[in-house]
């Protein structure tokens, strides 16, 4: 289980390493780009029955903590459902992955 930390919050967002991986390559583009959104998810079954947004701005700081040591290999079709997503006026849902084929591409180690 990954980590997202967001603001000066000191209790992160808990997202599976895979997933977080993704939405990291989606939200770093929308943020080089200064574009400002939201991200949504659900609260896992271990929480309270919920789902949380939060509002994702370039000015506010945010980190990435993963609990593996290796970047899994990323989905094209992923990447690009979550993309389209953060283009909409709902923001960013972020969804569980559904693998179709074998298009995925190779992760930069950051």
Do not use: C, Q
Not at 20 to 39: D, G, Q, Y
Not at 63 to 88: H, M, T
């Amino acid at each position: 289980m990954g980590s997202l930390y967001y603001g000066d919050s000191a209790e992160p967002i808990g997202i599976e390493d895979r997933a977080l991986a993704h939405l990291k390559v989606v939200i770093s583009t929308k943020l080089r780009r200064n574009e400002s959104f939201t991200l949504s998810w659900a609260h896992p079954e271990t929480d309270v029955v919920g789902r949380s947004t939060i509002w994702l701005h370039p000015s506010i700081p945010l980190r990435f903590v993963f609990d593996e040591a290796e970047p899994p290999e990323l989905s094209r079709e992923w990447i690009e459902a979550l993309a389209r997503s953060a283009n909409s006026t709902g923001g960013i849902a972020l969804v569980d992955e559904r693998i179709s084929g074998p298009a995925s591409l190779e992760t930069a180690r950051s």
